[in-house]
C-alpha cells in the first residue's frame, strides 16, 4: 500500500530546511558575468535578484554597457589593429540554478511532497559585439526536459543614426509590460501566459523584431512584429506556420513614482496554412507605483478577443477572456536589504471554462549572498481548490 506523508510532517521538513538555509555562511565564492566584468555588487542593478532596479533596467537597454565608456574596463577587448572588430578577451557566462523542494495538497488527493531539484539550470551569455550591436542569449533545462533556447537575440543601438534600438531574434512579447524572467515569484503572471482554443498564441516567448523609440514628451514607444506562435521547433524548414505576421505597440510614460502604460496587440493565426484563421486581439492598461524605497506595486490588466480560436471557419461568437495581476513588493530593510515578500493575486476569467484561472501567492525572499538566495512561497489555486507549499534555492554565478 502507497503511504503519504502528513502535511504537518511536510511543513516540518521544509520548515526544517529552511532554517537550516538562513543558518548558512554569508560569503559567495563567484558572481555573475555583468558583475564579476565591471568588479560591482549584483546589488547595483539587482535588488534582489533577478529583479531590477532602474539602473538595471538602463544597463539593459544600452545593450548591457555603462553609461560613461570611460567605464569600460580597457583590457575587456584585444587591439587586433582593425577598428571595425571589437574582440572581447573573455567571454561573458553566467549559471542559474533553481532548486525548489514542494508540499502538495490538491482537492480529493492526499498531501504529497516532492523534491524538484534541478527544477531550471540556465546557462547565459551577453554583452556587447561592436558600439552599436549586443547580444543576449540563455540556454535552458527545465523540468528534466532537453535543453532549448529560450532569450536569444542581437540588439542594434541608434541603426543608422536614428533615434530608435531595434532587436532581433527570440524574446517574451510582454517584456515591455512586465518580465517574466525577472519576477521575485515562482507564480507566474497567468494573463500573459493564457492560451485560447487551439490558437498558439500568448504573450511569452515568440521570434521576431522590436523597436524601441523615446518619444517626445517623455513617452516610451515599443513595436512588436512577431510570428505569432511561440518558439517551437522549425517544421518543414519554417519557424512560422503560416504567413500571418502578428503586431504589438506598447505605450508608457514615467510621472514621478508612477509609471502608467497601454498595450495593444492585434494578429490572425491559421491551424493549418490556407485553413480558417482566428483574429486575436489584446488590449489593455499597466501601472507601477513606487512608494518609498520599501513598497513597490504592479499592475497589469488585459482583454483578449479571439473570434474563431477553434478554427472551425464559421462565423460565431467573439470568445472573451479578461485577466491581469497584481503584485505588490515589500523590503523590510529597503530594496538592498537581505529580505523580501511579495504577494501576487492572478485571475483570469473566460467564456471557455479551461482558461479560467484565480490564484493568490505569498513569496518571502532572503539572500543568502547576493547571488544566491533562499525562498518560501505559500500557493493558492481559488479556481481548482489546490494548495502549495515550495522551498527553494537560486543561485547565480
Not at 203 to 230: F, H, K, M, S
Not at 330 to 353: E, H, I, K, M
Not at 357 to 373: D, G, P, W
Amino acid at each position: 500500500m502507497r503511504r503519504h506523508l502528513p502535511l504537518h510532517a511536510v511543513l516540518a521538513a521544509l520548515a526544517a530546511a529552511l532554517v537550516a538555509a538562513l543558518a548558512a555562511p554569508d560569503d559567495a565564492a563567484a558572481i555573475p558575468a555583468f558583475a564579476r566584468k565591471y568588479q560591482i555588487s549584483c546589488n547595483t542593478c539587482h535588488a534582489p535578484v533577478p529583479r531590477l532596479k532602474p539602473y538595471g533596467e538602463e544597463f539593459a537597454a544600452r545593450g548591457f554597457r555603462m553609461e560613461d565608456p570611460a567605464q569600460e574596463p580597457p583590457r575587456a577587448t584585444y587591439d587586433v589593429g582593425d577598428p571595425l572588430l571589437k574582440l572581447v578577451r573573455d567571454l561573458p557566462l553566467a549559471v542559474r540554478l533553481d532548486f525548489w523542494a514542494s508540499a502538495k495538497d490538491s482537492e480529493g488527493s492526499d498531501t504529497r511532497a516532492d523534491f524538484e531539484w534541478p527544477w531550471s539550470f540556465k546557462l547565459l551569455s551577453g554583452g556587447p559585439i561592436s558600439e552599436k550591436i549586443s547580444y543576449y542569449f540563455y540556454a535552458i533545462l527545465e523540468k528534466g526536459e532537453s535543453i532549448k533556447l529560450e532569450d536569444t537575440f542581437l540588439a542594434f543601438s541608434s541603426p543608422f543614426g536614428l533615434p530608435i534600438d531595434v532587436t532581433i531574434g527570440q524574446f517574451q512579447v510582454s517584456d515591455p509590460l512586465f518580465k517574466r524572467e525577472l519576477r521575485l515569484e515562482r507564480n507566474d503572471y497567468a494573463i500573459y501566459k493564457a492560451r485560447v482554443g487551439y490558437a498558439p498564441t500568448d504573450l511569452t516567448y515568440d521570434r521576431g523584431i522590436v523597436i524601441g523609440w523615446d518619444a517626445p514628451g517623455e513617452v516610451e514607444v515599443v513595436a512588436q512584429l512577431v510570428n505569432g506562435n511561440g518558439i517551437d521547433a522549425a517544421e518543414h524548414g519554417d519557424f512560422d506556420d503560416d504567413k500571418l505576421k502578428n503586431t504589438a505597440l506598447r505605450l508608457a510614460r514615467v510621472f514621478g513614482p508612477v509609471r502608467v502604460g497601454a498595450f495593444a496587440y492585434w494578429g490572425k493565426e491559421e491551424m493549418t496554412r490556407g485553413g480558417p484563421t482566428s483574429k486575436i486581439t489584446y488590449l489593455g492598461p499597466d501601472l507601477v507605483l513606487d512608494m518609498g524605497d520599501k513598497w513597490q506595486l504592479n499592475a497589469s490588466w488585459l482583454a483578449r478577443r479571439d473570434d474563431d480560436p477553434f478554427f472551425t471557419g464559421f462565423a460565431g461568437q467573439e470568445v472573451e477572456t479578461d485577466g491581469g495581476f497584481a503584485e505588490l513588493h515589500f523590503f523590510p530593510l529597503g530594496q538592498d536589504g537581505r529580505w523580501a515578500l511579495t504577494a501576487l493575486y492572478n485571475t483570469v476569467d473566460s467564456d471557455l471554462p479551461e482558461v479560467r484561472q484565480e490564484n493568490l501567492s505569498l513569496t518571502l525572499n532572503y539572500l543568502l549572498a547576493r547571488n544566491v538566495k533562499v525562498s518560501g512561497e505559500l500557493y493558492h489555486d481559488l479556481e481548482r481548490d489546490d494548495d502549495r507549499l515550495s522551498l527553494g534555492f537560486v543561485a547565480a554565478f
